[in-house]
């Protein structure tokens, strides 16, 4: 089964506004796929809904073959998902931030787990500090652990690199070929075709809600 299928996914908010048009999208397993769009596209809806943080208005979503609505505890099990706002609780260190959330998934014994994603992520030395004594790129860095602590098989990236410094950039990018070496399908949005090009397989361009173009990334640069 697809890592992830989309099919005619169309959602309305209310107001009016037509965020997404009838997207179809199939991610197999193992990809890294970009989805690329300009701002307003529709990107953060699209992930909000395989997030199942909003429902769609009509259409559907399945991750490995189940349906959201199949069954949307397991399915949110086998995705994790990289918001862009960063929502942390300001009163819990790093390293706490991600051992609860490992008790949200019902996880007893993630310590060694925990301790890994620390030492990727460059957050080992700030595990003891509160979330609000980090700055901007340390609060990325930990958004990104907390999303694969669980350990899913498929990890969306909603703009992973908006408004992170160059360092911390070059350092998402090169663990976003990790995972794809560990097997793990990794979705991430993007406006920045430079970004697409240096991580994925794949890209979607989406635009008012519609998929315009869906290639491998070769084919997509030669047509530019
Ligand atoms: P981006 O374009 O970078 O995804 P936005 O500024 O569009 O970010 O959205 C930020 C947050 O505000 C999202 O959670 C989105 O759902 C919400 N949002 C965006 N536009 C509206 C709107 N017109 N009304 C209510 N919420 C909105
Ligand atoms: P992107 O992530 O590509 O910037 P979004 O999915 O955030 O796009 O937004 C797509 C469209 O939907 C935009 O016109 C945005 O203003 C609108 N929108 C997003 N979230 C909401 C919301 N919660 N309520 C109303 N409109 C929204």
Redesign the pocket.
């Known amino acids: 089964a697809a890592a992830l299928l989309v099919e005619g996914l169309v959602k309305r908010?209310?107001?009016g506004?037509t965020?997404l048009d009838g997207v179809d999208l199939r991610v197999e397993p193992g990809e890294v796929f970009a989805i690329l769009?300009?701002?307003?596209?529709?990107?953060?809806?699209?992930i909000?809904i395989v997030a199942q943080i909003?429902t769609a208005t009509a259409g559907a979503v399945a991750v490995f073959g189940t349906a959201l609505q199949q069954d949307p505890l397991a399915t949110k099990r086998l995705v994790g998902i990289t918001p862009q706002e960063i929502a942390l609780d300001p009163f819990f260190t790093v390293r706490e931030v991600l051992v609860n959330h490992a008790g949200y998934y019902g996880f007893r014994d993630a310590s060694a787990h925990v301790e890994r994603l620390l030492e990727r992520l460059g957050l080992a030395e700030h595990a003891h500090k509160r979330t609000r004594q980090l700055s901007g790129g340390m609060k990325r860095r930990l958004t990104v652990a907390k999303s694969l602590v669980h350990q899913p098989p498929l990890i969306i990236l909603?703009e992973p690199t908006a408004g992170v410094d160059v360092a911390l950039r070059r350092d998402l990018w090169a663990f976003v070929s990790e995972l794809h070496q560990e097997g793990v399908t990794v979705i991430l949005?993007t406006h920045y075709l430079e970004e697409a090009q240096a991580l994925a397989g794949r890209v979607a361009i989406?635009n008012h809600?519609r998929v315009v173009r869906c290639a491998p990334m070769s084919q997509l640069l030669n047509s530019f």
């Open positions: 908010y209310k107001g506004i965020a769009g300009p701002n307003g596209a529709g990107k953060s809806t699209l909000n909003t909603d949005t989406i809600g």
